[in-house]
């Protein structure tokens, strides 16, 4: 959560009985670029663990160049699929990459073949469950290790308006072999 997950509120969490944790969605360009976003941005801490660090991209190289300098401290790499905002439709990332699979698979491969951490996802459904179960199993394929699935379209922003799909949910847990975590 973008302004509400950061190594505070990360630890309180843990305090109280959280098992894991996610960082804020961090920009893999700007990450891989700008050593002031590093610093401000990515903090954490030896009991800051087991730790998912969160990423928006577009480009499988840059992400990979973001993902090696936190590989060293956390216990996941994630690609944050799911984003719906509309930053993320201008800047082409989260849940906008679902119109390119190939893009999204290319993230995914990228990662699972040069990082010593396991890969992580997360994701929302297509209108189409077929859609989703086959999303899902590319991903799975393509070398996500644990994959979060949101159950709802890219279009269903509130949740007090939408609920989640948790039939969605269900169905991608019963298709895939890796560990499938309700979200949102």
């Given at each position: 959560m973008v302004d509400n997950s950061e190594l505070p509120f990360r630890m309180l969490c843990?305090?109280?009985?959280?098992?894991?944790?996610?960082?804020?969605?961090?920009?893999?360009?700007?990450?891989?670029?700008?050593?002031?976003?590093?610093?401000?941005?990515?903090?954490?801490?030896k009991e800051d663990r087991p730790l998912f660090v969160q990423f928006c991209a577009n480009d499988p190289d840059i992400l990979l160049e973001a993902a090696r300098r936190v590989e060293p401290y956390c216990d996941y790499v994630d690609i944050n699929l799911g984003c719906p905002q509309r930053i993320a439709r201008r800047g082409y990332y989260g849940a906008f990459l679902m119109d390119n699979?190939?893009?999204v698979k290319s993230?995914?491969?990228?990662?699972?073949?040069?990082?010593n951490v396991p890969v992580s996802c997360k994701i929302r459904v297509f209108?189409?469950?077929?859609?989703?179960?086959?999303?899902?199993?590319m991903l799975e394929e393509a070398g996500c290790s644990l994959l979060a699935?949101?159950?709802?379209?890219?279009?269903?922003?509130?949740?007090?308006k939408f609920r989640a799909d948790w039939k969605a949910i269900k169905a991608v847990k019963n298709a895939l072999r890796i560990p499938v975590l309700a979200n949102g």
């Open positions: 843990r305090k109280f009985g959280a098992e894991a944790a996610y960082t804020p969605m961090l920009h893999s360009r700007i990450f891989s670029e700008n050593e002031k976003y590093r610093r401000e941005e990515f903090t954490t801490c699979l190939q893009l993230l995914v491969e990228k990662l699972a073949i040069n990082l209108p189409k469950l077929e859609d989703t179960i086959n999303y899902a199993r699935v949101h159950g709802r379209t890219r279009d269903e922003k509130d949740g007090k």
